[in-house]
């Protein structure tokens, strides 16, 4: 309290002070600039952050436009809570709140804002809360901070500053929110980890109302089930404790800094002019000030939200001298309703409007709100909260963007915008005139746009807006469309009809003989068909479009046009008796209703532990991950995190622009000349090795002589901070001379037979060649935080020490010292924890690592790499493509006895090989894997490590036996299922299959997959545009390496005199609890409470040699080294316990250091020896297998594509349950139905950010979700009867796959199309709705003209 006066105090001081300065410099600087007159020249900025302890006020005495918040927070005020996870407004790591005093309200306002974007001269005035001024370990967590960390909602804690925030907020704006309220203020943020449910689950408990699946209820009289009756005592749903929560006293929170308030009201009407190195800002304050400065700098950008703007000029480079903000000016947030409806400013927020028109729409009639709700339908999906608190209406409409959703709806609405310039003022119709191509409206330079006037709609007039996007929410849309129709009144004869498409073409396109011809005629059939013929012609769609799927564009502007006339149908049959267009179309209806986003609900249920265990003893019970409160707070250190070191340089990757070319020269000249720029490293400043080897492959650190795909690193510029080297790499030149052959497809590379060595081969009984295909993309890691390290050279010795983002710590300490030619025992990497990892940071990073050292050892200062988004998706690659080839023989009809074989392509040979059984008992089986050489980034290991692929290539076989048999798929698959006690796989590895027969069963039952089916093709019966698909399969997994040397694990267990333990592993801590797990068997091991053992970092000075955290081996390994050490310690204090049991633990450890026995152990696990021979295609590949079983519901919309799943539910053996197996799974839907890699014909990845590239969000987890542990499953290999489930959910997500190609295939045979149809993996909503053909992709010709190129290939 003492503390908060005293600062208060010198705040207030000080504050006078500023003033004084700031007058006295406005004075004095207005006398040169001369032409900014009414300008305050401010070189400084006042905002409030609030830390933990106080308010912290920051004065900014260099306020640079150009520096966002972010960087500011993180390096500038030390506050690293908030993390980086893209740049570009796509993830929401960096939310924070803003408060602001409204004048005009006259109240603060709190929103979300996304940090990344926010430049920090527009927040003068503002109070900034982050997450680290909510609560803190060290005083007091924060209702949100705690119930996210106890309901298992942080795992590796990455995106949790960024959840914690946006909930936050909302509660200081709604104490008790709804469970919508909940699902639109997380809709921004990104989750890589957990599948969301956890973090629902925990912020669900703020709710008045918590609202819960129901439960399933389950025939008693089936045995199964009377047999999970007699488990149900045993079985527990409850995975966190709902009583003990840290109340929510909205009266404790921050409050609004009083003297932000003073500064907001005395606010003198004076602009604001920001001078950095490169840019300067003019903040104005009035309207005529604006409009002076637009008429002497036109070519200057306006900004308000700096959403278009800001990622052009941070992502892309595009630099303006000077920018002017137009925030602080009232006519532009003016908000009027009046009588023809509601006239907004071309400043005010997409939130802002969204208020008010949910508003209106609530209190006026529905006939005059029709065209608001479709801008609602279009404005709740548009973006994420945050982005919709920052974006504004005019930024919306003249960034010229057709992806852009605004401009359509408001077009077919008839709006009229208010521009204004020093010569005046003039109403212009917001129509398809106004957009003169890309980026570009007819706008004269020097005007800006006032208002927008959005009128009501009225009695005769219908309306609808709608946009298909990658994801339903929080995703640019591939089209949107608003359409208009006005009714002769009393009549079915059309007036009027507007229709705009954004996404066909460079700017809003109307079809202008559509709209004209459809005038006057009765809105029937007859109507319908010629529309759909007119729209045929009149949308012209061509192939080399930004974004490509021109032929699926095409396809869905009919579709949409279907749907508005079906959607007026209804309407008008409220009004009209009697109406000519009715007949067949009402079976049509299922056309109209939008799938509603839910916030995901669901059961999970695991065995509890023995009554007889100690509570002490943590093993086997859901516990809290080790770091979550840290991780809730902020205060969890990521490498990015570390302060600088002193004299700390930044190094940026310089990366081929080509494909396979020679280089001819590489000159830095230009580059070096750049402000802070320090030097320039390639492969002739590397000491040592220019290589890094993988198991005998050598990929070179820096490319040479020759580079063989984009993005392959070149060089590397070195400089004082990020943005000067940012800048400077820019400015490197590569000559190259282009080389023959370059081909990236996988078939392309079967043609040059271009492949890696060696060939892998497993086969049982008599196959012959292959036929078929199925082909799966790859999928990038999106791991929140980026790759990178900090080198920092220790200046004696040729120490370094690397703070690293590693899976595989013994491995970047290899590389590192054969890149510097040092020894290993020179070199060592710290690892405290990763923002994610998912199989990326094993190996490429040891690559970074290696460049970094270098560029350290070169310097000879400290040099940290941290890679932006972009580059990490170009440079470290993620899942490999993979086609996948079979033949299929049935020797009987009904599918009792396939005899089918399999030949397959893969392009990473082991696990697929080796996954493909699956569960199935194939008596005739051959699997063939080779790993093709493109021209594309080479790929790495990702969770499942080709086994999801392998798998997902039997499951297509079994589903194609079913259509061919025309039997259900569950079937097929129950009757080829392993059963056998002892069953051996297809390369002779024996195990028993019981579990996974349990799970399947218990699956099925629990899900009453009859009963859905029945409802599926009821459903489906009377539903022609909307059809539902079921699917569920088996799965056997096999754990550990193949390589049997990888199956180790190591540990160091230190016992201080105080009795505290320290654990120390070769784990990586990356989320999946490592060290929340180590320390659990520590605890039961040596006996002592979890509070007095600690893990403090994985170093490879502790813990040498240790193999990579992958394979979902990690714990079972670790966790057998941590046991083999503690044991190896209770064995030397053995004798002292049983001399003095009386003794407490910290006695027994102080009598064993007087009597001088060592009290640090080692532990090692020596793994199985797995191996295959390849000769004979068999032996013993993994440790052990896990199993499991999954089944899904979904529903899709046959004329958009789209897809919703609304209930999966799998069943696992696993002792307790934890939110990673959920997380797997929604990694999985992401991997077979959204995410989706793009590369240009010249082989350059396109997708490089969350913008292009979309990773499941809140709105793709299903509905429903339940999660069941299989009761008494037994594993004798694993720690404690443990199941590595890393990997494995990854596969389920294809349940999604298989439903919706069951769906697409009910559409089909409907439709009198055959059921059996290629369908690839994504199944995105483009291969949905071109899968789903009927008259409208029909009218949607492929592209004529041969001569242009596509804009993408399918790798
Ligand atoms: C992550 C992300 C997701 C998004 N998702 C969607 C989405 O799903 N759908 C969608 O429609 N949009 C989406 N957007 C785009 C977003 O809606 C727009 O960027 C935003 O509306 C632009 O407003 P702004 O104030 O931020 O513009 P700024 O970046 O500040 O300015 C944009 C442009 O508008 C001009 N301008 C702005 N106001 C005026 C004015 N009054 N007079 C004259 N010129 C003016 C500026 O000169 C500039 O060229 C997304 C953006 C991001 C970053
Ligand atoms: S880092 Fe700001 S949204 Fe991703
Ligand atoms: S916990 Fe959400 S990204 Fe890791």
Redesign the pocket.
Known sequence: MLTKRFFNYIYEVFFSFLLVVHWLFKFITSLFYKFFDRIIILSFIVFVCFSSLFSLQVVEKNADPEEVLLSFLRRKVGLTGTKYGCG???CGACTVMVSTYDRNQRTVVHYTVIAC?QPIVTLHGAAVVTVEGIGSTKTKLHPVQERIAKAHGSQCGFCTPGMVMSMYTLLRNKPQPTMEDIREALGGNLCRCTGYRPIIDGFKTFCESEVGVEQTCYSPDSPLNSYLHTLITQISQELFPMDCFLPLDPSQDLIFPPELMIMEKKVSGDALYFQGERVNLVAPFKLSHLLELKAEHPSA???????????KMLLKGVYHPLVIY?GRISE?KAVTWGETGLTVG??CS?STLQKEVEKVVVETEEEKTRGYRALLQTLRC??GKQ?RN???V???I??ANPK???SSVLAALDCTLHVISKDGMRSIPLDEKLFADFGKTV?RPEE??LSIDIPYTKPWEFVAAYRQAQRREF???FLNAGMKVAIKEGTDVVESLSIYYGGVGPTLVKPKLTCQQLVSRSWGEDLLSEGCRLLKEDVDVSPSIHGGRAEFRKTLAISFFFKFYMQVVLEMRERVGKLRIMSTLWDYLSALKPFKNEVPQGQQSFQLVSEAQPSADLVGRPSMHQSAFQQATGEAKYYDDLPLVQGELFIFMVTSTRAHAKIINIDPSEALKMPGMVTFVSAGDVPGANCRLWFNNPEELFAEEEVVCVGQIIGAVVAESREQARRAAKEVHVTYHDLQPVFFTIEDAIRHESYFEPKRKVERGDVDEALKTIYMGGQEHFYMETQGVIAVPKGEHEEMDLFVATQHAAFTQELVGMALGVDSNKITCHVKRLGGGFGGKVMKIASLSAITAVAAHKTGRAVRCCLERGDDMLITSGRHPFLGKYKLRLCDKKGLNCNLYIIFNFAITLSPVLHMDNGYKIPNLRGRGVVCKTYLPSYTAFRGFGGPQGLMVMESVLHEVAVRCGLPAEKVRDINMYREEQSYTHHKQPFNPTDMVRCWDECLERANYQDRLRAVQLFNSSNRWKKRGISAVPQKFGVGFSKGFCNQGAALVNIYKDGSVLVTHGGTEMGQGINTKAIQIASRVLKVPVSSIFTKETCTGNVPNAAPSAASFGTDAVGMAVKDACEKLMRRLQPLMEKNPQNTWKQWVNEAFFQKTSLSATGFFMGPPTDVDWEKGEGQAYYYFTFGACCSEVEIDCLTGDHKVFFSLFKIPKKHITSKVEGGFVQGVGLYTIEELQFSPDGVLMTRGP?QYKVPALCDVPAELNVHLLANAENPHAIYLSKGIGEPPVFFGSTIFFAIKAAIAAARTERGLGDAFPLSSPATAEKIRMACQDEFTKMASPPTDGAMAPWCLDV
């Open positions: 570009g407004g796509g974007l950008p306006l900004i308000v939200g700096n959403t278009t703007i800001g990622p137009a532009l071309a400043a997409l548009l973006a982005i920052m974006a504004t005019g930024g919306n003249l960034s852009y959703d605004l706008l800006v746009l995703a640019f849309s913008s």
